[in-house]
Structure formats: structure tokens, C-alpha cells
């Protein structure tokens, strides 16, 4: 089993819409969890990290369970500059901790 | 904003041939790492940085790698007899003594071994 997995998509949506993201991680010992988004060719950039009781940050919501090791990304009112890969990261401990990040998944704004 | 940056932006090399990629982190920043991202692939843990040694190390960080902070501002990576496959997107991270985990990511280093 894969450490971190993602649907690779990818996923094509109208801008307006509503887009949900699913990740499932194996480790039962990961402490801090995070999305992040990439663009073609760039580094990547923390989106959101993501808690327990879960947390929203405007149109963006992250949900955490960890009795099923999934973690969730909900976009609403998607613009065309959402358009990115974004990535599920996993850590196993506080402190310095390597991430673990899954493949990513494409997503695609469409006007 | 601080912001990670990283030298050069892009590297050619021949197999068999030494490569040093520069890192500056975030001033205040005391953790350093470096991933891989090979193209179309996930990115990869290669190694973390603390108090001036290694940390932790991923099976990819072999004999061939070795890090170094010369100084007080540079984080290296150096990969002593470049192959094919090490051809990839190198990016630096570093966090600070606070954050609880957040790395922030350098724009990379796209390394290509011909």
C-alpha cells in the first residue's frame, strides 16, 4: 500500500463549481497532515495544513479522520486560478519530520 | 515575504560528472531539507538538516550525496558522479523552530544528466 494515495485525476470542472479531494495515508503514526498545491514546473506551496476538527481557510475546507486515515480538500466557487495539482503531505512526528507526499491530484477550471 | 532560493534554476550535466546545488533558506530558519521530484512523479524525501548534521535520510540519499552548510546563509546538496536517473527537479525547504511543520519550498533546481 502506498504511503500517501490520491486519485491522480484529473479532474475538470467548471469554474463556480464545488470539487472535493480525497487522500487516504497507511502510517496510523502520522501527527501533521497538510495540502499543498503545485503548479506546472513550480515548488510546491502549503495550502492549508489540516487539523482534527478540521479548518477552513475562505473557500477552502480540510477534514481530517484519523480512525480512517483520510484526509479531505472541498474547493467551492472554484476560480480558474485554482487550476493546479494539489498534494496530500503527511508527517509522521512534530518537530523535523521528513513529508511524505502523495502523487497529486490535477485539477483543471474550466471557463 | 522570506522566501527559500535556490541556484541555479537549471543545471546540465554529464553522467559520471559532480554537481553542487545551492540552497539559501529563510534567515530565521533552523531545520533544511532537500526533495526530488522526478518528472511526472511524486516529490521525494532525500534528507533533513538540523543543528549542522543529518537528521534523517532516505534510502535515495546514498555514498553519491552529501549536504553541507558552508557558512551561515548556504545550504548545499552535492552529488559526487551524476547518473541518468538522478536527472530531476531538486527542491530546498527549510522551517523555522516554531512552526509546527511547515516547510516552505524553494522555486528548484532542474537537473538534467546527459
Known amino acids: 500500500r502506498k504511503e500517501v494515495e490520491q486519485d491522480p485525476g484529473p479532474f475538470n470542472v467548471p469554474e463556480g ?3 472535493a ?14 495540502w499543498y498545491r503545485q503548479d506546472c514546473r ?11 476538527s478540521g479548518n477552513e481557510d475562505g473557500r477552502f475546507t480540510a477534514q481530517l479522520n484519523r480512525a480512517s486515515q483520510y ?3 472541498l474547493i467551492r466557487d472554484s476560480k480558474l486560478s485554482d487550476s493546479a495539482t494539489y498534494l496530500c503531505v503527511v508527517a509522521a512526528n512534530f518537530g523535523n519530520e521528513k513529508l511524505t507526499f502523495g502523487t ?7 471557463p | ?41 511524486k516529490v521525494e524525501f532525500l534528507v ?17 550525496f552529501s549536504v553541507e552548510r558552508p557558512d551561515g546563509s548556504n545550504f548545499t546538496l552535492k552529488i559526487r558522479s551524476t547518473k541518468l536517473e538522478d536527472s530531476a ?21 532542474r537537473l538534467t544528466v546527459l
Open chain 1, 17 to 19: 463549481a464545488t470539487v
Open chain 1, 104 to 110: 497529486g491530484t490535477r485539477l483543471t477550471i474550466i
Open chain 2, 48 to 64: 533533513s538538516f538540523y543543528n549542522n548534521e543529518i537528521s534523517e535520510k532516505s534510502e535515495i540519499f546514498d555514498d553519491q
Open chain 1, 71 to 73: 484526509i479531505s480538500l
Open chain 1, 42 to 52: 513550480k515548488e510546491p506551496k502549503l495550502l492549508m495544513s489540516v487539523y482534527s
Open chain 2, 89 to 109: 527537479m531538486y527542491f530546498c525547504a527549510s522551517k523555522d523552530l516554531t512552526s509546527t511543520d511547515t516547510q516552505y519550498f524553494g522555486p528548484g533546481t
Open chain 1, 21 to 34: 479531494f480525497n487522500c487516504t495515508y497507511s502510517n496510523s503514526a502520522s501527527q501533521s497532515f497538510f
Open chain 2, 1 to 41: 515575504e522570506p522566501e527559500v532560493t535556490q541556484t541555479p534554476s537549471h543545471q546540465v550535466t554529464q553522467m559520471g560528472q559532480e554537481v553542487i546545488l545551492r540552497c539559501v533558506p529563510i534567515s530565521n530558519h533552523l531545520y533544511f531539507y532537500w526533495y526530488r521530484q522526478i518528472l511526472g512523479q
